[in-house]
Every structure is written in structure tokens, then in C-alpha cells.
């Protein structure tokens, strides 16, 4: 195992970045100049948007980086201040006769509200805000940025709101490398760049998190962008639940949540069922790629190690006993737990891990996170360009796997807390490039705490207990989950009667009804989930 340096994140922490603040526009571009950003950024009142057009249910921002572990005491937080925004303006020359436009892509009457919030707080400090939703292709709206990093922009809009959702916080940042087309409309920077690069292969989480730590600051000094609020996860879960002190987390992806130690309270036959949501309208998606956020994922799956409750972390391992990472980050090793079992009674094998890692590298739509570690794996460009009929970086012997890579990966170990192997005897002769038409996930064959017991797609799916689950057999008798898509249209109606017992939400709306219900709890949750403006920094 690697052991963490303390010396090496500190002097990380004490390199300062603020000289590279420039208070000057770098080209034609008003919004190229960080003063006119920074204005913008204290002319709009975080607190009064929360509360006024969320109704509490969101925090407002500082940094791109949510409340948490990987948030770094040191941002600015550009507290409302129009006279300061004013001075700013000043400063930078602000040509009070020029009109920004925002564009945006959400089409609720929420987003409109806050359109005009921001309209009216920015028309307070000298700035006419138009705005617009976004008719037509989003991403190439949003993300066009020309070949050349100095050239003239080839998008009309000055700023635009959005958000950005991450399973590792890496996600946020590598979209503002220097030449990456994407929507936060910065042309990049090498001080940038290098920190960008050195999150990205940090094998040891706490250099990681410091590097994190730095960017987001970056970011900040520099208003690249302007973080507008979290939106928070909200934990939905009925009095007839009782958790036994097991852990809340991100539960858009898998963490330790040992949910085989839940507990509902019996029905009138005696019979502990427990009510959710998320079982599948068509089938059961295979979950190397939305991870956590289906019933399926989440009850009938393990994994090769567990994650802390907001993935910043390992606790250890799941279907592998232990793992062990060499100190360059190149090569990992896991030992496979003895006794584990699929639902179908036959144990998990060495066979099943390689075979597995070897076919999803074919799968298509792999989660970003996790094919970024796997196509990184010896052997694997060569595999899936078809020049080599296996992979020469997965080999095994007796109850040991082991993955060699060609580069080190910070997120080579929260990848594996994600992504656990198929019962590959199921999947002789499928092409893995047409994986999810297998006949298998009509009704899949997991290795987690449940197993489905029925599945009436569209309606319902039912899991019942797994004996040999490795951790114990689950004490809840049955799972029901009411089938539906992310953001449930039906959530509030079957909370009202009493056919919600966990559930997650972010909908407003539903917060508000459901808090009214007095059989009903809620928990907010801090999730990589940030709203923001982004500036078109490019000359026009």
C-alpha cells in the first residue's frame, strides 16, 4: 500500500497562485478581463437566490468543489457587494451601452425565475442582461471553442448557466485544459494546465485532494467561472425505515451503505418490504455505466472495493479481499475473497474478474471515470484496436488478479469501488459491443445483498434476499421498486401513499410536497452537483 506523504501535500497547500491573477482583459473581449468577472461575481446575491427562488433547497456556492472533504478553506466568497461590483467596473472601463446575453438549456419555470433574478441584480451595478433557452444541439452551443486557443470565438453568447456533476472531483476540472472544447469558455492557461495534470496522476488520494484544492482556487481568484449554488442531494425515507446508524452518501453512485443491515417496520402479515423507486421501464441496464442510480445497480451488484460514503476514499474491500497498489501507480494487485457466491449459487471466480475486465473494455458507453483507468490498462489500445487477441496487462494466478498500467490514474482505486465483474458464463458468444441486448438482463444474475425475485418492467421489480451474500443475508424480507426514470414523475404521489420508504430526490417541487408529509423525513445530502455561469473569455 501506498503511504501518504504529509510533507508533500503541506508544500503543496503553501504554493501560492494568486500572482497569477492578470487585472487586465487579455483580448477585445470585455469578459476577458477578470475585474469585469469579478464584478459580475458581486453584483449577484447567492444567499437571496437560494432562498427566494429555491426555497432553501440549495446552498449557495463558493467554489466549483461541493461542501465536503475536498472543499479548500481558502476561496473567496465574493459576498454580495454592488457598490464593490460598481468600483470594479469602473476600473476595468465597463462600456454601460454593451448588453451580455446568457444562454441556458433547462426549460422550468425555476431557471425562468432565476433568469430574471440575475437580469435585475446585474442591471443594479450598470449591466444589461439579456437571456435566451438554448433551441437545438446544447452541446454545440455550448462547447464550440476555435482550433486555435488565442483566436476569435465561433460561439455568440457572452455567458451561460449550467451545471456540472461529477463522480471524482477531477471531473470538474479537466474540462479547462487548454484546448478541451467545452462550455467553460476559457482558453486556458499552462499554470492551469499543470496543475490539471498533476490531479489527473496523483495516485495518492491526499496529494490528489490537495491538487484539487488548488485548482478549485485557481478558478476561484480568477473567476474562470461563477459558481451559483449546490444543488443537494435530499436523502427521502419513511418512518418505517430505521437505518441502525449505517452511513449517508452520494447515492447516485455506490458506497458502503450496507443497506443488508436496514430495517422496515412488518406489515400487517408480518412481512418487512420496503418501497423505492428506480426499477427499469424496459430492462435492467448493465451497470458499468449509470453505476448507483438504478435499483438494480444498487441491490443486486457488488463491487471489487468499497468507497466511503462520498467516494473520497476506500474502506476496503468488497468481492476482493485486499488490493495492494505499487508506489508508481502502475501496477495493482487484488486478492479475491473466498466463498463468494452469484445469485445463481456458483462462485465468483478469478476467471469471472479477468474476463470481465477484458469484455468491458469493448462495452460501450463505459462510465468516463472508469474507462479512463481501463484503457490505460498494458495492452488494452491493442486489444480494442484488434492487433492483440488479450490484453498482456491481466493476468491472474491461484486467487490473485493483477492489472498493469501504462500511466498512473488518481482514480484507479475509487474506479474499482464502482465496477465489479458479470458471471461471464452468462456472456459466452456476446459481442460486447451489443452487450446490453443480451437476454441476461431480462433478469440478471448479481453478486450483491439482493436478488430479482420478478421483474414487470414499466410497473414494478421485486428483490428478495441473497443467503449467501458474503456480509450476511439481508434483513429486509423484500424490495419493491416502482419503475421509473431519474427525476421520478410519480415520486410524491406514491410517498403520499405510503409506497415510498427510500427514495433520492433533487426536484424542488417534490422536496416541498413531500416535507409537508409528517410520516416523511428528509437529509440533505452534499453531492458533486454545481450550478454556474460560464464566461466566454474569447475575443468576439
Known sequence: MRIFKAAAVALLLQTGISSVVQAQALNGNPLSDVRVRQAIAYAIDRNLITESVFAGFAVPADGLLPNGPFKSPNLNKYAYDPEKAKALLAEAGWDSSRALNMVYYYDDQITADL?????AQLAEVGITLTYNLIVGDV????????????????????MAYGARAAMVMQEYFNDYATGKASADGFPGSPELDALIADSNTATDPEV???????????????????????????????????????????????????VHNWTVTPDADGKAILYTNGAPLDYFEQPWVNLGLWAGNKFIWAHMLGSKPFLDGITGGDLAESYEMSD?????????????????????????????????????????????????????????AGTAETVSGITSDGDKVT????????????AFTQWGPFPMKYFEGVDPTLVQQAEFWQKPIGSGPFKVEEAKFGDFSSFVPFDDYYEGKPKIDQIIAWASSDGDVNMVKNASAHRID?????????????KALDFMRMTPLDIPYTRMVWFNQYDK
Open 502 to 514: 427510500f427514495a433520492v430526490t433533487k426536484v424542488v417541487s417534490d422536496i416541498e410536497a413531500i
Open 328 to 384: 508508481d501507480g502502475l501496477t495493482l494487485t487484488f486478492t479475491m475473497r473466498d466463498g463468494t457466491k452469484w445469485h445463481d449459487g456458483e462462485p465468483i471466480t478469478v476467471d469471472d474478474v479477468t474476463k470481465s475486465l477484458i469484455f468491458s473494455l469493448k462495452t460501450p458507453n463505459l462510465h468516463g471515470v472508469i474507462a479512463s483507468v481501463f484503457n490505460s490498462i498494458e495492452g488494452a489500445a491493442e486489444y480494442v
Open 139 to 158: 452541446a454545440k452551443t455550448l462547447n464550440s471553442i476555435p482550433e486555435d486557443p488565442k483566436g476569435k470565438s465561433v460561439v455568440t453568447w457572452d
Open 403 to 414: 492489472i498493469k498500467f501504462t500511466k498512473p490514474n488518481a482514480n484507479t482505486l475509487i
Open 115 to 119: 433568469m430574471a433574478v440575475l437580469q
Open 208 to 258: 490528489a485532494k490537495a491538487t484539487l484544492m488548488k485548482i478549485d482556487e485557481y478558478i476561484n481568484a480568477n473567476v474562470l467561472t461563477l459558481p451559483l449554488y449546490y444543488q443537494q442531494l435530499q436523502s427521502v425515507e419513511s418512518n418505517r425505515l430505521d437505518r441502525h446508524g449505517e452511513p449517508y452518501g452520494n447515492d447516485q453512485f455506490n458506497y458502503d451503505w450496507n
